[in-house]
C-alpha cells in the first residue's frame, strides 16, 4: 500500500470516529481523502517534521487562510540535492527576493507544492512570511 492511500485509510478511520481532521481534500460526504503529506495553519508547518524514502514526493497544501511558501534553506541540502521552494526559484535568495517583491512563491488557502525527494539526508525548509515565528520544517529522507 502507498503512504498516502494509507494515510487516506488511517485519516478516514479516525474521521469516521473522532469527526472532521481539516486534513481533506474537501470532500464533505463523509469518505475525506488526506490528499497531502504536510499541511500548513497560520504559523506551522503540520507535521513539522516528515520522514519519506528516496524518490518519494512530498505535497504541502495551504490549509490555513493565510499566504504561505515552502522555501529550502540553502545551506541545509544534502550533497548534490536539487534546490526546492514554491514559485520554482533556483535558490533560497531568489525565492525571497521573489516573496518582497510581490509575493512570489505564495501559497494561497488550497493551493499545492510537491517536490521528489531523491537525495538521502536531511532538508530543512521555512515559510518565508512566518519565518520570524518560526515556521520551519524537516522532511528527512532515507535509502
Known amino acids: 500500500m502507498e503512504r498516502r492511500e494509507f494515510l487516506a485509510a488511517a485519516t478516514g478511520l479516525t474521521a469516521a470516529t473522532a469527526g472532521c ?6 470532500n464533505t460526504a463523509g469518505t475525506e481523502t488526506t490528499d ?10 503540520k507535521p513539522a517534521e516528515i520522514e519519506v ?3 518519494s514526493t ?8 493565510h499566504a504561505h511558501t515552502v522555501t529550502a534553506y540553502d545551506d ?12 520554482g526559484f533556483e535558490n533560497q535568495t531568489a ?6 517583491d510581490g509575493a512570489g512563491g505564495a501559497l494561497y488557502s488550497g ?7 531523491e537525495v538521502p539526508g536531511e532538508y530543512v525548509y521555512f515559510c518565508i512570511p512566518h519565518e520570524a515565528s518560526r515556521m520551519v520544517g524537516t522532511v528527512t529522507v532515507t535509502e
Open 21 to 26: 481532521l481539516g486534513r481533506s481534500s474537501g
Open 36 to 45: 497531502y503529506d504536510v499541511g500548513m495553519s497560520t504559523r506551522e508547518f
Open 53 to 55: 524514502s528516496a524518490g
Open 58 to 65: 512530498v505535497v504541502w497544501r495551504n490549509t490555513s487562510s
Open 76 to 87: 541545509s541540502l544534502p550533497d548534490g540535492a536539487d534546490y526546492f521552494a514554491s514559485g
Open 95 to 100: 525565492a525571497q527576493q521573489g516573496w518582497f
Open 111 to 117: 493551493d499545492v507544492y510537491e517536490h521528489t525527494f
